[in-house]
């Protein structure tokens, strides 16, 4: 394999290595880079907005199937900008509380489903080992999070088996998500060798 | 050249007199099918499907001997449209879901049974559309919970305001708010206030903006600055006010800088670059990451590390705490997040709410217990009345 001739690859090698600098230090190479990664991201997401939401949520069912009802939650998202009127900018208040109210009110079931769940899946059903082991690591950890009782005594030592299973769990955690980081820096040095510099096939 | 014409004429009258033998063949066919189907006596039970917003009709059918090795495509008719929804599926599954239709609108379905060359067609369902329902009936179990969950919660706000005094244990990370602040403020060097990538539904995102209120007023009262670069708009607004809020309560609202309050990108490696930077440059002497953290967690904890900030992190998110336990110099576990900003301010108000929260733990450890005692006894020694009461118990969760 030969080095790459095409512009699209170099560019993607070059700001690969930009990012990587900053392992060095922060540089110009990096501070390009990362003006680049900002600006971009910021004109797709606009892009990816207008389209999604502005034509697709407002514009389309406004003018072509004159569903009025959308001008309750455009009104709401227009009284945003309101923030930019020095006097008015309380009116913001309106929608951002709308937006906090609903999504506490929205995920209150679904975290209680998910907590009968966790209840139901701890009863062991089968008597292994392993299912006593989970049941100890519930309740124990379940008692290092009672913040109005102090850690001390019999509650002191249950919180230390507690955070042990914590801790445990983290561990495990950590290791299976840096393979998964490895993985990916593998991904981007096999792009450099291969792709750009022809290095491995 | 006629006989060119008279070969070129045969020709066309052959291909369309073969298409009419095929057509006709495939007619034949499908009646028969038809004719096979209705005797075979399969039908199409559609209906709106309870408990949604309306949105989708649920399709159900038994499958007979007869259709066994058959693959099947449902169809829906709407007016002159015929669309197909699925395409060979295993009509062994019994129902479908068409979760692409209007609220209010009339349809039609049908579904087709091929095997090789056979194809078999049931009749036109009855016209049926999707209402949408204020109540889902099937969470009704989690309503019971709310009421008694909310009724607990009401029942110590109220001691609370009557003035019993309640105890909240030691969290090491929120006595090293102060410590961080009065850190910064000696080195001269801005606060960082990170929120995560979270949206401002997100509960973590709450508690992070409840303990972001906290730590400004402190940020407020030692006279320094506070950053705080956002994710999400809405985030960044909200962050606006409480900060604002703040510096107000702490009697500094002329210190307040609304444009340290500022939006980077709403994307997530886009975001870690512009804060890795931003850290680079302004060197924060103390770095708060709290709220909903991802895969950038430990880009944005590394970092801070390597410009020796004070580091206090907290987040829900397991997959990301052992980064925050590794890197950072304070990390608060899942719910010690939201108990952080009870343990900053001690309001009564919050301090019952713990209380509340802590009863509800406890009411879950002992059906815990009772169910392990229940399955040991009814599985493990085959009592037949101790393995009903577990099945209850299951059954009731």
């Keep these: ?201 | 050249m006629k006989r060119h014409l008279l070969l070129f004429l045969c020709m066309i009258s052959i291909s369309v007199f073969s298409q009419e033998l095929i057509d006709s063949t495939n007619v034949a066919l499908i009646d028969t099918a038809i004719t096979e189907m209705q005797h075979s006596g399969i039908v199409l039970n559609v209906c709106d499907t309870p408990n949604d917003d309306g949105t989708s009709i649920t399709i159900k059918w038994d499958i007979n001997d007869s259709l066994k090795g058959y693959l099947m495509d449902i169809h829906r008719i709407h007016g002159e449209c015929d669309t197909a929804i699925a395409l060979d599926m295993n009509p062994e599954k019994g129902i479908h879901t068409d979760n692409m239709v209007h609220g209010g609108t009339n349809y039609m379905y049908y579904a087709l049974f091929k095997k090789d060359d056979i194809v078999k067609k049931t009749d036109n369902s009855l016209p049926v559309k999707a209402i949408g329902q204020w109540f889902n009936k099937e969470r009704f179990d989690s309503f019971i919970v709310l009421l008694l969950i909310a009724g607990a919660f009401a029942w110590f706000i109220y001691l609370a305001k009557k003035g019993k005094s309640f105890y909240i244990r030691k969290i090491a990370g929120l006595d090293a708010v102060e410590e961080a602040v009065g850190r910064s403020t000696e080195m001269g060097k801005p606060i960082m206030y990170l929120l995560g990538i979270g949206y401002v539904t997100d509960i973590p995102t709450i508690a992070g903006l409840t303990i972001l209120g906290r730590v400004a007023k402190k940020a407020a009262e030692y006279d320094t600055r506070i950053m705080v670069p956002s994710y999400d708009p809405v985030v960044m607004t909200t962050a606006q006010e409480v900060v604002k809020e703040a510096f107000t309560e702490a009697g500094r609202p002329d210190a307040y800088r609304k444009e340290d309050t500022m939006y980077i990108t709403q994307d997530q490696f886009g975001y870690a670059a512009g804060v890795d930077g931003m850290m680079m440059r302004e060197k924060p002497g103390a770095i708060f990451l709290q709220g909903l953290f991802f895969a950038e967690s430990l880009i944005l904890a590394e970092t801070g590390y390597s410009i020796g900030a004070i580091q206090i992190a907290g987040t829900t998110e397991t997959a990301q705490l052992p980064f925050f336990v590794a890197a950072c110099d304070y990390t608060l576990i899942g719910e010690e997040m939201m108990a952080a900003s009870v343990y900053l301010e001690r309001e009564p108000l919050m301090l019952g709410s713990i209380v509340a929260e802590d009863l509800i733990k406890i009411i879950i450890v002992f059906v815990l217990i009772i169910g392990f005692i229940l399955g040991l006894l009814g599985h493990g020694f085959k009592i037949g009345f101790f393995t009903d009461m577990f099945e209850w118990l299951v059954r009731i969760i």
């Excluded at chain 1, 110009?28 to 990362?34: N, T």
């Excluded at chain 1, 709308?98 to 679904?110: A, D, E, L, Q, R």
């Design chain 1, 1 to 201: 394999m030969a080095i790459s001739t095409s512009i699209w690859i170099w560019i993607a090698a070059l700001l690969t290595l930009s990012i990587y600098s900053f392992l060095y230090k922060d540089n110009p190479f990096y501070k390009f880079s990362e003006k680049i990664l900002v600006g971009i991201s910021i004109g797709y997401t606009v892009s990816i907005y207008f389209h999604n939401t502005i034509i697709a949520k407002v514009w389309n069912p406004l003018v072509h199937d004159h569903n009025f009802l959308v001008i309750v939650p455009l009104i709401l998202g227009l009284l945003m900008f309101s923030r930019l009127f020095k006097g008015k900018a309380y009116l913001s208040r309106i929608p951002i509380a709308f937006v906090v109210g609903t999504g506490c009110g929205m995920s209150i079931p679904s975290s209680f489903e998910n907590l009968f769940k966790q209840v139901q899946g701890t009863m062991p059903q089968v008597f292994t080992i392993g299912n006593i082991i989970i049941l100890i690591g519930v309740l124990s950890t379940l008692i290092y999070f009672f913040f109005s009782v102090e850690h001390k005594g019999i509650i002191g030592k249950v919180t230390r088996v507690g955070i042990t299973f914590i801790m445990i769990g983290f561990g495990a955690a950590f290791g299976a998500t840096i393979m998964a980081r490895i993985s990916l820096f593998i991904g981007r040095i096999q792009f450099l060798l291969g792709d750009w510099l022809g290095i491995i096939s």
